[in-house]
């Protein structure tokens, strides 16, 4: 059974530029696209980033595409999110996603495997 584990949230203030981890456990997810979402309160789950299984591929949400960076290490097991120029609209709880096979499925949010989130809240 894999799990993934998100780390590195907090309160952050605006224009701040914490670094998010996912450490995955029970299998190697070397070949597995990863990604992240993010849940606002009153607010439905959305995309931000997706990550191809060896790293090569990449694909964001409109709305963090020149902000955060997403990226992997296959050796740790590990995606991260690099988040810059925070704003307090990015408030939310992120989660960590992988699939067995589709950076599409992770896309539109369908994974097989969520993380339990971490809160990052951007102070103004």
């Known amino acids: 059974q894999v799990q993934l584990v998100e780390s590195g949230g907090g309160l952050v203030q605006a224009g701040g530029s914490p670094r998010l981890s996912c450490a995955a456990s029970g299998r190697t997810l070397s070949t597995y696209p990863m990604g992240w979402f993010r849940q606002a309160p009153g607010k439905e789950r959305e995309f931000v980033a997706a990550i191809s299984g060896n790293g090569d591929f990449t694909n964001y949400a409109a709305s963090v595409k020149g902000r955060f960076t997403i990226s992997r290490d296959n050796a740790k097991n590990t995606v991260y999110l690099q988040m810059n120029s925070l704003k307090p609209e990015d408030t939310a709880v992120y989660y960590c996603?992988?699939?067995?096979?589709?950076?599409?499925?992770?896309?539109?949010?369908?994974?097989?495997?969520w993380g339990q989130g971490t809160q990052v809240t951007v102070s103004s």
């Open positions: 996603a992988a699939d067995r096979n589709s950076r599409i499925r992770v896309t539109i949010g369908t994974p097989d495997y």
